[in-house]
């Protein structure tokens, strides 16, 4: 994550990692999650956290959970119902079951189908929020496959030349396993920039940097300013002359297998719905699977060993910086925001149970 989101040192409290998965937990319990799914639920978020995505952790998304659940959008046991199923493909309606377990859930599936036949794919449909997307990529990991994961929904998103949002910011994530360096992750927004960093923006008193956002109008904003009150997502590229007909594709592309494929759904969803797509690719039903990871990392390798460009230090591959943030967190503890803090103090007291305890 760009510096620029980061907190800064003098707000910062520092929480370990299994402190906070025992505290996220127990929220869940109280949500009224069963024990397994809200274990699943905090390692999902804390799994963000610890690799650096503050966007997508507890700062930003746990609180809107809370709300989700209060407000009874989400449904705290939920009973996954397979549509329609062949041995490669399955379509699943989430029962409006929290995504951060729902995509898991699925993505297992998938990946137990690719064990039998090669590929395996499952489309979603009414779920909630699905947390970190790279999460869900890489459960298939451990199992020697690539795991690929989008969600879709809300209408945030401006078309380019558009001048109303249309679609949401429809993040793509993928996960190659490697042999001895760390695995190639990508978790990217077809958006200029993920939404819940405007959250980190605004609770940090970081600026508004140009080509992220537009103008109520659908202007792109090119110049850096204080973070407006209201704003709309812009495609990656910003305007159509640095590319943003490319991140609208990414995008629309996204919707198409999240949404249109699981159930027809595209623009406003309502009631903070979204879909899913979830999909493993068994290595060993294409290749080698000693080769592939042994060439996985002498590619990782090359990239990385590229001579870096004047004013920086080194070039990276992605899940490279994620990986090397991870040994970090573990070992000194995950950065939050003292008003993050602040919540949980709160939300501890009110739920009555065990306050987080910091570093």
Request: proline fraction near 6%; charge should be negative.
């Amino acid at each position: 994550m760009l510096e620029h989101f980061h907190v800064a040192p003098e707000d910062e409290v520092r929480v370990m990692p299994d402190a906070l998965d025992r505290t996220v937990t127990d929220i869940f319990l109280k949500m009224g999650m069963s024990a397994s799914d809200a274990e699943l639920a905090s390692e999902v978020l804390v799994s963000a956290d610890v690799r650096g995505v503050d966007t997508h952790g507890v700062s930003n998304m746990l609180r809107r959970y809370v709300e989700m659940f209060n407000d009874k959008f989400v449904n705290p046991t939920p009973e996954l119902k397979i549509l329609r199923e062949t041995l490669s493909t399955a379509n699943v309606d989430a029962d409006e079951g929290l995504g951060l377990v729902v995509g898991a859930k699925c993505m297992d599936m998938a990946i137990e189908k690719a064990r039998n036949v090669g590929m395996g794919a499952v489309t979603i449909d009414n779920s909630r929020h699905f947390g970190m997307m790279a999460y869900h990529a890489m459960r298939a990991l451990p199992h020697d496959m690539i795991g690929y994961a989008i969600t879709g929904g809300g209408k945030n998103t401006m078309p380019t030349f558009g001048a109303e949002p249309r679609y949401g910011a429809n993040p793509h994530a993928w996960a190659v396993p490697t042999g001895v360096e760390p695995p190639f992750v990508l978790d990217i927004s077809s958006a200029a920039v993920a939404a819940n960093k405007m959250g980190l923006a605004r609770r940090t008193g970081a600026t508004l940097l140009p080509g992220m956002m537009a103008a109520e109008d659908g202007t792109p904003i090119m110049e850096e300013q204080e973070m407006p009150e209201h704003t709309w997502m812009l495609p990656i590229g910003g305007t159509r002359e640095l590319g943003s007909h490319k991140g609208y594709g990414l995008g629309v592309i996204a919707q198409v297998f999240s949404g249109i494929l699981a159930s027809g759904q595209f623009g406003d969803y309502g009631a903070g719905r979204m879909t899913g797509f979830m999909a493993a690719y068994s290595i060993d039903a294409f290749t080698d699977v000693d080769k592939f990871k042994a060439d996985m990392d002498s590619f990782l390798r090359y990239l990385a060993d590229t001579p870096p460009a004047p004013g920086h230090d080194r070039v990276y591959y992605a899940g490279l910086p994620e990986h090397e943030e991870e040994l970090v967190r573990r070992a000194e503890g995950i950065p939050l925001h003292k008003e993050v803090i602040e919540w949980f103090d709160s939300i501890s007291s009110e739920l009555g149970i065990a306050a987080l305890e910091t570093v």
